[in-house]
């Protein structure tokens, strides 16, 4: 399971508020029982804020009898300073190894993560999910 967070790009987090069921894609870096994020005010930020309590995601479909999934259960909360600076720092070098691994776009990945939300007037919000349980599963061919 470990490996499936370190390894991939995109997870999606499940949150529920106001009998509203949310399930949203996202760029996470996992480490040391937290998923990391960085995001903009929005319908997830209000229901997570509403209701902490989140499930989280992560899959590699590669075929009908070829895929992995781990699947989090944990707490949100907002975070700020060190661990805030941390979770950057854990972010930007996941995306930076993916964008080298695909399309070696580092200068845009670097524009777009850290100044894009400025463009919206909208502060980036760094935020983790506390991670208390887990499962995950696997086929493979």
Same mark, same amino acid.
């Given at each position: ?109 670097? *524009?777009?993560? /850290?100044? =894009?939300?400025? &463009? $919206?007037? %909208? *502060?980036?919000? /760094?935020? =983790?999910?506390? &991670? $208390?349980? %887990? ?7």
């Amino acid at each position: 399971m470990d490996d499936l967070l370190q390894r991939e790009l995109v997870g999606r987090i499940g949150c529920c508020a106001d009998d509203t069921v949310y399930v949203v894609p996202i760029n996470f870096a996992y480490a040391d029982g937290h998923v990391y994020c960085q995001t903009i005010e929005g319908m997830k930020l209000r229901m997570m804020r509403k209701n902490p309590r989140v499930c989280f995601e992560v899959d590699v479909p590669r075929g009908l009898f070829d895929w992995e999934s781990v699947i989090l259960w944990g707490t949100f909360r907002e975070i700020g300073g060190e661990e805030a600076e941390l979770a950057r720092t854990l972010l930007l070098q996941k995306l930076r190894g993916f964008a080298t691994v695909h399309d070696g776009s580092h200068s845009i990945l670097e *524009e777009r993560f /850290l100044r =894009a939300p400025y &463009v $919206e007037n %909208r *502060e980036p919000v /760094l935020f =983790a999910i506390d &991670v $208390e349980e %887990r499962t995950g599963r696997c086929e493979v061919r």
